[in-house]
């Protein structure tokens, strides 16, 4: 009987740890503030180096494409 309250007492107290544990991370929005500080500047800079095609060069013909639709 005394083994099994060892292991519950030990069970609380690690569930009562985790449990303040995931408090203070919503309470202090903690992966809020590790993903603005953390992983936005990262795919930030990863973004901003690629390269893109720029659509004030593009070339603007009226007539193309043409589409023939027959019945």
């Not at 569930?15 to 408090?23: E, P």
């Not at 903690?30 to 795919?43: R, T």
């Amino acid at each position: 009987m005394k083994r099994v309250l060892k292991i519950l007492s030990k069970v609380l107290l690690i569930g009562l740890g985790i449990y303040a544990a995931l408090f203070a991370v919503f309470f202090f929005d903690l992966d809020g503030k590790a993903l603005f500080y953390g992983v936005e500047p990262f795919l930030n800079k990863h973004y901003d180096r690629m390269e893109r095609r720029d659509p004030l060069k593009m070339t603007y013909d009226m007539d193309k494409p043409h589409y023939d639709y027959k019945d």
